[in-house]
């Protein structure tokens, strides 16, 4: 079992940055797949990036590509998403999910594939 926070959510205008943490706890964080998603009101759950546990493979939502950053810092059990470019169109509700894998190459980008999710962290951005 892995318990997930999610923090750095907040206001900000469009055009600004904002870094989102999610910090792990519980079994050894170092041999979990995370992914980043988010659910704006009234819409599905959507896939914004994912890491492999190594780190070292990284997938993000194509259109968010080249604004999103996801890492993972395994010594700190931490994986962050920075946010930049921010449109109003990028307000959601921004969770965090683990899913363990034997696999350092592997990562998910299902809404189905994680086993774990953080509570959520609002971010808005306002036009």
């Known amino acids: 079992q892995v318990q997930l926070v999610e923090s750095g959510g907040g206001l900000v205008q469009a055009g600004g940055s904002l870094t989102l943490s999610c910090a792990a706890s519980?079994?050894?964080?170092?041999?979990?797949?995370m992914g980043w998603f988010r659910q704006a009101p009234g819409k599905e759950r959507e896939f914004v990036a994912a890491i492999s546990w190594s780190g070292g493979n990284i997938h993000y939502a194509d259109s968010l590509k080249g604004r999103f950053t996801v890492s993972r810092d395994n010594a700190k059990n931490t994986v962050w998403l920075q946010m930049s470019t921010l449109k109003p169109e990028d307000t959601a509700v921004y969770y965090c999910a683990a899913r363990y894998t034997p696999s350092r190459i592997v990562y998910y980008t299902g809404v189905g594939e994680y086993n774990y999710w953080g509570q959520g962290t609002q971010v808005t951005v306002s036009s």
């Open positions: 519980g079994r050894t964080f170092s041999y979990y797949a």
